[in-house]
């Protein structure tokens, strides 16, 4: 399954390398990782760097302390400053023989560092009750930076981004701040009583292996073959666009940035009739390119309201423009395309929609009912099927080659390390959290070395040794299964706990008791971020508290069934919902039943009268389970098996 990316740009910067830094003047002075309104990290001495002339010296001043540092060969300084007392503000002067800087606003307390995909992402304007929670984010000692997509193919020395303060006004800006990290946040400040920084770092449908550098990657031998192609990419210069797919249309598409341009004279290309008609291109029953156009008359003024183009299901992949400007794409053939448009883009009268179709399948293109291809502005829709003018840019018929992997947004191996961890190593944190996994769900499998290396990976980088990092195990999602069995999203969850039982620092919030089995971003963030907080504020915080729940220990063998033991019982076990749930057991066949189940004291006693001698037990084992055991703290059992049997994903590899 590919999750959907609707509004990532592809348009990568250029990275620059440190060797030159020193004839180059586009490197700042000071990070732009530090700026007004920031949080530095309490307790801790304070990294600052930046770039001037090989050997100057640079004077960081703060709370009465001082510390320089001298512009290396590269141009490159970096100094240590040791902490003030948590609160503020502060003022934080860097001055150097031509430059200085001052930081204005600076608060001292603890700062994370937020990672993972699109359910990390997502705004407080897309949760339960968002509107209300915007409303009411008036917390001025919780400050976020948030990183902007950025692809890279060598390490980048800087990203840009500002810090700003919690608010109404920034909490809603485009779409909103991360729901989960805010509400983590929030319930850790209202804890603790310090600031809190939240560097949110983190891009929509993207694998762990995006995440992680190449030279920790190498080592696991399963990402030589696209890091090998990363390496070909770089040295042949031109733009990173971080996807096999984005390549391959750069390569083979005649109309690449001509076709798209709404000026463009498209009165000699082909009547189509859309849906359908791609076949009358010439292409048949074979891949390839093609690109239709059409214009679109609205009145003046335009409607009031959002507007939001939909094009129904397309395959393979289609890229979207609006009077020559890019508004969506997508390769998750699955989804229907409804593209948000932003402002400016529509005007009165005449506009001209293009769009590029890589069509993979004999039947493929718009693949849905005329009905569902529509622009709608404010309360006006404006109908989409009928007449438009196409051409073919490409035939792709064998021998001609086809992409590796069809995702339209970054997936490369490391392509968001260099660009978006690397560059702001080693700014001083107090740990991680990390929401991620359903890019990587069907090689869930490797995700068991491929997580922990990242974790390493990322604990190298900031070089502040085993720092605390904190795992969403996924939610519920997709339809529920009749019959109990193997599962993929299973898996993924067992390799989170893995992760989190055996790598030092670590710890798993299980929410697997939230979730919708038809939305892959669920509303519910809330209870999320609250539970990355319980196990912030009993791990790392020090507090009494209970932070996960019951937890799988053991299984006895006893007459018929199975004697499962638990901790983290918070005074016992209990039953949230109808029935205990969801148990399955099976004997020596391998063949699993749905079990009965009993609470006795910390244990769960399962059985079946269809296995007489049960060999293994699974607890909530499906991507959409019914997980009703609980602990009296109200904290959900971490789904789990007894078994070691070949998984589903034991043999899935990406290429």
Not at 132 to 154: G, L, T, W
């Amino acid at each position: 399954m590919r999750q959907l990316i609707l509004r990532t740009s592809l348009c990568a910067l250029l990275a620059v390398s440190a060797i030159h830094a020193a004839e180059n003047p586009s490197l700042p002075f000071v990070s732009p990782i530090f700026g007004d309104n920031m949080v530095l990290q309490r307790g801790k001495p304070i990294r600052f760097w930046g770039w001037a002339k090989f050997g100057e010296t640079i004077r960081i001043e703060l709370d009465g302390r001082a510390a320089t540092a001298v512009a290396n060969s590269a141009g490159r300084w970096q100094a240590e400053i040791k902490s003030p007392a948590p609160g503020g503000p502060y003022t934080v002067k860097i001055s150097g023989a031509e430059n200085s800087v001052v930081l204005h606003e600076v608060l001292v307390g603890d700062v994370w560092l937020c990672g993972g995909q699109s359910n990390m992402e997502l705004g407080l304007s897309r949760v339960q009750n968002g509107e209300a929670e915007i409303k009411s984010a008036n917390h001025p000692e919780i400050r976020i930076f948030k990183v902007p997509s950025h692809v890279a193919y060598v390490p980048a020395e800087t990203v840009p981004g500002a810090w700003k303060i919690c608010s109404p006004l920034t909490a809603g800006e485009t779409g909103g701040i991360s729901a989960t990290a805010y509400f983590f946040a929030r319930k850790i400040q209202e804890e603790i009583h310090v600031p809190i920084g939240l560097i949110v770092d983190c891009l929509g449908g993207t694998p762990a292996e995006s995440w992680t550098s190449a030279e920790t990657l190498r080592p696991l031998k399963e990402f030589d073959q696209p890091l090998d192609e990363i390496e070909r990419l770089h040295k042949k210069g031109g733009a990173e666009l971080g996807s096999f797919l984005m390549h391959w249309l750069a390569e083979n598409d005649a109309g690449n940035n001509v076709w798209s341009a709404a000026e463009f004279d498209d009165s000699k290309w082909k009547a189509v009739a859309i849906p359908g008609g791609l076949a009358g291109l010439g292409l048949g029953d074979a891949p390839g390119i093609s690109w239709v156009r059409r214009e679109i008359a609205l009145p003046d003024p335009l409607p009031a309201g959002k507007a939001v183009l939909h094009l129904g299901v397309v395959d393979k992949m289609d890229t979207a423009y609006l009077n020559g400007r890019w508004v969506g794409a997508s390769s998750w053939v699955e989804n229907p395309r409804a593209y948000f448009i932003g402002d400016g883009i529509l005007k009165p009268g005449k506009n001209i929609l293009a769009v590029r179709v890589f069509k993979n399948k004999a039947a493929g293109g718009f693949m849905s009912k005329a009905a569902d291809l529509s622009l709608v502005v404010g309360e006006q829709k404006i109908p989409l099927a009928g007449e438009w003018r196409g051409a073919l840019s490409a035939d792709c018929r064998p021998p001609h080659t086809l992409p590796l992997t069809y995702e339209n947004y970054p997936t490369l191996p490391s392509v968001l390390f260099n660009g978006m961890i690397a560059p702001l190593a080693p700014f001083t944190i107090r740990g991680a959290i990390w929401y991620q996994g359903e890019a990587n769900f069907q090689r869930a499998h490797q995700y068991r070395s491929l997580l922990p290396a990242m974790i390493s990976d990322w604990r190298k980088t900031f070089s502040q040794g085993d720092f605390p990092f904190y795992i969403v195990s996924l939610p519920k999602f997709m339809a529920p299964k009749n019959l109990p069995g193997e599962d993929a999203w299973a898996e993924l969850r067992e390799a989170q706990a893995l992760t989190a039982r055996t790598v030092k620092n670590c710890a798993l919030a299980v929410t697997v008791d939230t979730g919708e089995a038809d939305n892959i971003h669920p509303r519910d963030k809330q209870t999320v971020g609250e539970r990355l907080a319980l196990v912030a504020l009993a791990n790392e915080y020090g507090q009494k508290i209970s932070s996960a729940g019951p937890t799988f220990v053991s299984a006895e063998k006893i007459s018929g069934a199975l004697k499962l033991k638990f901790f983290n019982t918070a005074g016992g076990l209990v039953v949230k919902g109808e029935r205990l749930g969801e148990f399955s057991v099976a004997g020596a066949d391998h063949q699993w039943h749905w079990a009965n189940a009993k609470i006795e004291g910390d244990h769960v006693i399962v059985s079946s009268p269809k296995v007489s001698a049960p060999q293994a037990a699974r607890y909530a084992w499906q991507a959409n389970p019914q997980a009703t055991l609980f602990n009296q703290a109200g904290l959900p059992a971490a789904p789990f098996r007894t078994d070691d049997w070949p998984g589903v994903t034991d043999k899935a590899k990406p290429w």
